[in-house]
């Protein structure tokens, strides 16, 4: 004994002119809208992630290209340098000077990570709102 489902909404519309098939027809088109709207979002950031990945490959070797030629600097700096200093004193002082450039880099970057948003700012602004109206109620 085979059991089959029993269905009250009848899956086929042979006519559309009755109430019952306009709204399976309504149900259907807005089915095929989600589904349009979710594939353009799926092309949409497939596109974007292509744009990003291109864009994080070329800052990577520009910032290669960029390391060597800071390298070739600081040791033309070093170089440089030897005319008036001995050797370690100059590569020293060259060395000196990278570190403290690396530390200010670093201190502008901790100071932008910890800086709240402008969206946390937001955030406070209304909760601060919020709890002045209930408080006044």
Same mark, same amino acid.
Request: net charge negative; proline share 4%; no cysteine.
């Given at each position: ?7 009250? #909404? ?15 027809? #309504? #149900? ?15 092309? &949409? ?80 602004? #209304?909760?601060?709102?919020? &709890? ?6």
């Amino acid at each position: 004994m085979s059991a089959t489902p029993i269905s009250r #909404v009848p899956t086929d519309v042979d006519e559309p002119d009755t109430l019952w098939g306009a709204a399976i027809e #309504v #149900v259907h088109a807005g089915q095929q809208l989600l589904l349009d709207r979710v594939d353009l979002l799926q092309a &949409e950031l497939t596109a974007d992630a292509q744009k990003i990945g291109i864009a994080a490959a070329m800052m990577a070797s520009a910032g290669a290209v960029v390391l060597l030629g800071w390298s070739i600097l600081s040791v033309a700096l070093g170089v440089l340098l030897t005319r008036w200093l001995p050797l370690d004193a100059s590569l020293g002082i060259a060395g000196a000077a990278n570190l403290l450039l690396g530390v200010l880099a670093g201190g502008l970057g901790y100071r932008q990570i910890k800086a709240p948003s402008k969206l946390d700012k937001a955030t406070v602004d #209304v909760g601060a709102e919020l &709890e002045s109206e209930v408080s006044d109620a």
